[in-house]
């Protein structure tokens, strides 16, 4: 904005004068910033599931495609590093490896380092699927981030990767 011109108002805006006003007592300086967070966040989520939905696919079936499809060729994973990227419970991994088994999404194959294990390969209908998410995700993203100027997005990431990093590294 150029100086003398106000800022525009947003929804947030509203809601951190409303608790300034009822509760002045309170530092509310923390709500512009994540409730901005996790507004977007919602938008984002939304712009998720349209992409996914396109392809016939939920969230967490493109997270278990992603993960497979960022390993390059062969597409490969074992079950329990498959646990380690998306984050969830190993019956909960074993029941999505199978829905998306049944859908000729994935694959179980023998281990060729043990004879024992299996491991979770990408089939080409779940690589085409996962590919064609992911253009239309990217595109939604866009989308969202086209008001900020690419030296603003740079430096947003570089904001929220601060905010994020200790939670990654817990």
Do not use: C
Request: aromatic share 4%; charged share 30%.
């Amino acid at each position: 904005m150029s100086p003398g011109t106000e800022r525009p108002i947003d929804e947030v805006d509203v809601l951190v004068d409303a608790w300034r006003r009822e509760r002045p007592d309170l530092d509310v300086g923390p709500l512009e910033v994540l409730s901005r967070v996790s507004r977007l966040a919602r938008h984002l989520d939304l712009a998720r599931r349209a992409a996914f939905e396109a392809q016939h696919l939920e969230p967490w079936e493109f997270d278990v495609l992603a993960a497979l499809r960022r390993e390059g060729a062969p597409y490969t994973l074992s079950p329990g590093r498959l646990l380690q990227v998306t984050l969830v419970t190993s019956g909960t991994m074993t029941n999505r490896i199978d829905r998306l088994e049944a859908k000729g999404l994935v694959a179980r194959v023998p281990d060729p380092n043990d004879g024992r294990g299996v491991q979770v390969v990408l089939t080409a209908d779940g690589r085409s699927r996962v590919d064609d998410a992911l253009t239309d995700l990217l595109a939604h993203e866009r989308d969202i981030l086209s008001a900020l100027p690419a030296a603003d997005r740079d430096h947003l990431a570089d904001l929220l990767r601060r905010l994020t990093l200790p939670f990654d590294t817990a």
